[in-house]
């Protein structure tokens, strides 16, 4: 019994002598994560990446909206961007599930369709086009408010942020985000406070690129307090395919609107 047990007392320091160069470069600081983001911005390359939304109340999490999505970058950064979000559906949905909803925006012009759109094309048209339009369909005030593709926003998060290893953690404000981020001003352009907290994990690969967000902030961030206390998001980011081509078009100008129709007659 002695034998057996010294034997495995060898065998578990040797492990652990093995283990602790691999340990030592898990640790080891990644490439600047801005200074990779920024050497990705070449005209007509860019990076996919799919959202998974979760609405938390009282600790749970139950499944809200998924999106699948690109951007599109030029030498300055990202200059049109293309997500489609499907709500995940509730029990009393699967026979009749949700209309998914797609956002092409280019420079700062939107066109969308399905989601709350469905009901509302004229006739012929299938895309709303806004000059100053949102990221994404109204359930994007609920979706990942938080744009590490942009440079600015990704500096800001990374200022005061602890690292452990490849893993950035820290958290920041709607406020902050307001100033140094145009996406979330086109995804949240009316919120009811600037002093909600957002509290972030970023991972990032060995080349310094985002890899995974994890992002947590209340919902009473964006509406008044009255029934949504105690509720949050959580949304889960991961990005995919980084250089590769990205071309992102608007659709074509006859099935595109600037005026929706009442149908409901609200």
Known sequence: MKRVIAS???ATAAAL???APVQAQSQAAPADPVKALKSQ??????????DRITMIEDGKGVPYLGRTGAFQFGKAGIVASDITSTDAPS????????VPARTI????TSYSRGGTYSDKMPKGKSWYKDPDGMTGDVDGWFSQLVNVAEPATLASLLKGAKRTGATYTGSTTFG???KVSPWFRASLPIRSSNSAVVTFKLT???SGL???LITSFPITGIFDSSGWEGKAISAETRFTGWGTRVSIKAPPASKVTTKLEDREGL
């Open 105 to 108: 925006r280019i420079g700062t």
């Open 176 to 178: 902050k985000l307001a």
């Open 41 to 50: 911005f070449i005209a007509g390359k860019g990076v996919r990446f799919t």
């Open 204 to 206: 990032v690969n060995r």
């Open 91 to 98: 029990s009393d949905e699967r026979a009749d599930p949700p």
């Open 210 to 212: 985002p890899q995974r």
């Open 17 to 19: 002598v093995t283990a």
């Open 8 to 10: 495995i007392a060898a």
